[in-house]
C-alpha cells in the first residue's frame, strides 16, 4: 500500500471536505489499481500531498511544517486558486494548481498529471512549490537595510528624508526600495503604500 498522505489548509471548510473525500476514494483507488507509476512512488514514500489556498493564514511551502514529519523533498504542493487567482497556473506552469470550478473529473486528472510528474522530477516540484511566498516569508527575506527603508516610508518620509537620515544617495535608498518591492511581490508604489498602511510586520 502507498505512503501517502494529504494535508488541506484554507478556510473553506464546505470546499475541504468535499475535496477531502474525492482526495481519499481517489487515494484508494491508486492503491487498488497496478498503475506504471506506482513503482515510481514508492520509490519516493512517503508522500505528503498539501492541498493549500493563498490565503496569508495557510503560510507557503517554506514555513510549512508537516504533522507526519514529511521531509520538504516529499511534500506535494497543489494551490487551489480562485478565478482571479488564475494567472499563477499560466505564468508558473510548474506549479501544481486545481481550480475552484475543477469537477471530479478534472481534479482526479491533474492529480495524476501531478504525481506522475512528481515521480519525474520531484526537485522541479520542490523549486516551483516554493514560488508563491506568505507574507511572513516573503518580509523574511527582506534585508536590514531594506526593513529600515521601509520602517521609515511607512512614517511618511521621502526618498530625499531617508538619505539624508542614512547618510545615503537618494539612489541607494530608491534601490532598496526597488528591491523590497520585488521581494514583496508588489509592482506598485500605492501597493506598497498600502501594505504600510496595514502593519507590514517590519519590526
Known sequence: MLNIRFTLLGNDKFYQLG??????????????????????????????IIFRTLEEG????????????????RQMTVLILNDREA????????????NRRDDDAVIRSKL????????????VALHASGIWKCRQCRIAALSHCEKKVLRLMSTGMSACTIAGMLHRSQKTISAHKRSAMR????????????MLLNQLGLG
Open 19 to 48: 475535496l477531502r473525500l474525492l482526495v481519499e476514494d481517489y487515494l484508494n483507488g491508486l492503491n487498488a489499481s497496478r498503475r506504471g507509476y506506482s513503482a515510481d512512488l514508492q520509490e519516493l514514500e512517503p508522500i505528503e
Open 87 to 98: 494567472h499563477y497556473a499560466h505564468k508558473h506552469p510548474a506549479l501544481f494548481c486545481i
Open 112 to 123: 495524476q498529471l501531478a504525481l506522475e510528474r512528481f515521480c519525474q522530477q520531484p526537485w
Open 58 to 73: 495557510c503560510g507557503c511551502a517554506r514555513c510549512y511544517q508537516s504533522p507526519y514529519q514529511t521531509p520538504r523533498h
Open 183 to 194: 521581494k514583496l511581490n508588489v509592482n506598485k508604489s500605492t501597493e506598497l503604500n498600502k
